[in-house]
């Protein structure tokens, strides 16, 4: 669990939402299942070796590699998956065994949701970047997107499906007879523009389960 200070965001401009994004100041704690809270830097990780690496890992913010991971050999010689190198930084092509791999796993989450009782719903992969809502979301969570300007409009790549699924709700007249609302979208193409270093063989959000 973290907290920020001192983040402002530049409308309309990825980068300079970043740019303030890494000037961020960040204050790190862990959260008892008591619900205590402790600093990252005086809690006693002696019996919580995993939660040491994991918080060691989020809060030095560094997301490249310097060595490949084991499974990139295993990727390969599996036919799984490999980089598109037509296109850009972390888009993966998957082979025969990689897309059967992946419709499984599909299947079986929509499965799964679906027997909890979630209605599966499809949203548009582009949106207005000046929509209020887009601003508003813009606003609180900058990230690296794939801009589109077209007929005056600046459009962009969703790097979530979340928000698709608020404007939908958004125009329901729901009751509370209808709640909780278990809308879920299992979304093959959202797009999240990476660095260099950073997507080391796993796909730059191509499919994700947005609830």
Known sequence: MHSHEGHTHDEGHTSDALKSESKI???????TPEGEMHEVGK???AKHEKLEILSKYESAKKRAVDEPPPHVKLMKKMAIADYEPASDSGNMR?????????????????????????????????????????????????ARQYNINTEGKQLFLRFAACFGQFLMANDFQIS????????????????????SGEACWSA???GIYDA
């Open 25 to 31: 100041q960040s204050f790190w704690y862990i959260m």
């Open 43 to 45: 809690f006693n990780f």
């Open 94 to 142: 998957f082979y025969p065994n990689g897309r059967l791999i992946k419709s499984l796993l599909e299947r079986f989450v929509n499965d799964q949701v679906k027997e909890y009782g979630g209605l599966e719903v499809e949203t548009p992969i582009m949106y207005d970047s000046h929509h209020p809502s887009m601003e508003s979301y813009f606003n609180r969570f900058p």
């Open 176 to 195: 509370y007879r209808n709640m909780p609302l278990k809308l879920y979208e299992l979304t093959r193409y959202s797009f999240r523009r990476e660095q």
């Open 204 to 206: 730059t959000i191509t």
